[in-house]
């Protein structure tokens, strides 16, 4: 006897998201503009220095990665707060104002995002607007890949191990784009598109360094994606390494 279910139930209980190719209103990125900006490196200046955590960290619950057998088989640690002997890593530290009106070049090697031990890596990354994002799986598990933006054309894409890398281009600047796994809950980071090359990404030792600034006042930011945003001004004299310490409480 024939089925009479239907199609449009049957589809109501498909998997979401692991499609080779969501339909998404991609479309191909503009060329970045030219290049207006030159900085002169016998007088450029460095922005260093070290993000804190103040007080005991938060306690994460473990991740389970269990009902995936191409996961790893043990308890996880979580990286919302990764934290140790005081310093906090994960943290998107950038120039948010005090630059120069124009356009910086834009590299044309990409920044790599691989899906490797059913994680994103890295966990937080900047790149800058129209520069290829290259995302890699380097597991033996299927994944997904779902970016969430507000600003930039969305993507969602399952990706084989043996996949060829997916490119992406972001042509519009936007901080903390979320990138989810729909196949692996727990999976999750984030991209922060940028019209300019000055940010970095704390360490494990929460240490970060700013290279090539043009000497000026600036407002430094940092982000976490549990503690939010802090800003401080620094100002950074010809040949001059200035000092930027953010310190988040970790009761909030």
Request: proline share 13%; aromatic share 6%; hydrophobic share 35%.
């Amino acid at each position: 006897m024939r089925s009479l279910v239907p199609v449009a139930v049957l589809a109501a209980f498909l998997p979401l998201g692991c499609s080779k190719s969501q339909p998404s209103s991609e479309q191909p990125a503009a060329a970045p503009k030219a290049a207006t900006i030159t900085v002169d490196p016998s007088t450029s200046g460095t922005v260093s220095g070290v993000v804190s955590l103040k007080g005991q960290p938060p306690k994460m619950k473990p991740l389970d990665m269990t009902a995936d057998p191409g996961c790893p088989t043990g308890p996880q640690p979580a990286e919302v707060v990764v934290a140790k002997d005081g310093k906090l890593a994960n943290v998107f530290v950038y120039v948010k104002e005090g630059l120069p009106q124009g356009n910086f070049a834009v590299p044309t090697e990409p920044v790599v995002l691989d899906q490797r031990g059913c994680r994103y890596n890295p966990h937080i990354l900047g790149i800058m607007a129209g520069q290829p994002l290259k995302i890699t799986n380097t597991d033996t598990a299927d994944h997904n890949i779902h970016d969430m933006p507000s600003n930039n054309p969305p993507f969602n894409e399952s990706q084989m191990p043996t996949d060829k890398p997916v490119v992406k281009k972001f042509p519009n600047a936007e901080m903390m784009i979320p990138v989810q796994c729909n196949q692996h809950p727990w999976m999750r980071a984030y991209i922060n598109v940028m019209s300019n090359p000055y940010f970095a990404v704390s360490g494990p030792d929460g240490s970060f360094e700013i290279k090539n600034l043009p000497p000026g006042e600036y407002t430094i930011a940092a982000v976490h994606e549990r503690f939010g945003e802090q800003t401080m001004k620094v100002k950074v004299g010809p040949k001059e390494s200035a000092k930027a310490a953010f310190v988040y409480p970790a009761a909030q």
